[in-house]
């Protein structure tokens, strides 16, 4: 069996210090000690890092502590993942104001992600979007391998 191979989009890595959710804080912490074991390999891309590098003290240090607790490798930004990325907003399944997310779901096809673990339910975490990687992978040759899911959903799931 394959390595699962995870990308993890800004939300997740946000909500590793979220105090006004502490739901979803807990269930992420519990899913960042999963990651601290280095049993799947974890993919961020560019535009993550430079999401997380807009939060202030004290939030961004504990945001690059959590980071330094893991391995995992960058996704650096290519014209095929900036192509693959317009194809979603070609296709009607986000707008250009949110370019952003369709680079951080470009990047986990182009880099054949087993699934994009997220918490934004408005535009990735969505059967829309479930629908728009099936359709955006058919149009660019990719197959259809990423799944997507938060935190919660993978650490419950069969696929650890």
């Not at 394959?2 to 939300?11: C, E, F, G, P």
């Not at 900036?82 to 369709?102: W, Y």
């Not at 182009?110 to 975490?125: A, E, G, L, R």
């Amino acid at each position: 069996m394959r390595r699962l191979k995870i990308y993890l989009d800004t939300s997740v890595v946000s909500y590793l210090d979220q105090a006004d959710s502490p739901e979803k804080m807990a269930e992420t912490l519990n899913f960042w000690e999963f990651l601290k074991k280095g049993k799947v390999d974890v993919l961020l891309s560019e535009i993550t890092l430079r999401e997380i590098a807009r939060n202030k003290e004290p939030k961004l240090s504990k945001l690059n502590g959590f980071l330094a607790d893991i391995n995992y490798q960058t996704i650096e930004e290519s014209d095929e993942i900036m192509a693959v990325a317009r194809k979603f907003i070609e296709n009607n399944f986000l707008t250009e104001k949110s370019f952003d997310d369709c680079v951080h779901i470009a990047s986990s096809l182009v880099h054949d992600c087993t699934c994009i673990v997220s918490w934004n339910f408005k535009h990735i975490v969505n059967i829309k979007m479930v629908n728009g990687i099936k359709l955006v992978a058919a149009q660019t040759g990719y197959g259809f391998t990423t799944f997507i899911c938060t935190p919660q959903f993978l650490m419950e799931g069969d696929l650890l």
